[in-house]
């Protein structure tokens, strides 16, 4: 079981930039391919982006470019650096495993892009 905890949300107007962060509790974060989701009003969950332990990363075709995954596993925490934001980027951002652990979804952190 990994305890997850995002933070670094907010409002932004569009083209702004933000940094997510995700702290997580338990040895196996280290060798775990950890991933950021998110979830847009009325929308279902969907990836954005994952790495792997060793620092593989894959994206989202959408977010090509715009958004970089990144963590260090010596302060067990993940980071998503999103740039050149949009509306359609608003959404509940939330870390977890890939594939995700369904018990370990955290609460998220709200970001809101204005146009």
């Known amino acids: 079981q990994v305890q997850l905890v995002e933070s670094g949300g907010g409002l932004v107007q569009a083209g702004g930039s933000l940094r997510l962060s995700c702290a997580a509790s338990?040895?196996?974060?280290?060798?775990?391919?950890m991933a950021w989701y998110r979830q847009a009003p009325g929308k279902q969950r969907d990836f954005v982006a994952r790495i792997s332990s060793g620092g593989r990363t894959y994206y989202a075709d959408s977010l090509k470019g715009r958004f970089t995954i990144s963590r260090n596993n010596a302060k067990n925490t993940l980071y998503l650096e999103m740039n050149s934001l949009k509306p359609e980027d608003t959404a509940v951002y939330y870390c977890?495993?890939?594939?995700?652990?369904?018990?370990?979804w955290g609460q998220g952190t709200q970001v809101t892009v204005s146009s």
């Open positions: 977890n495993t890939y594939p995700a652990l369904r018990d370990s």
């Open positions: 338990g040895s196996i974060f280290s060798i775990n391919t």
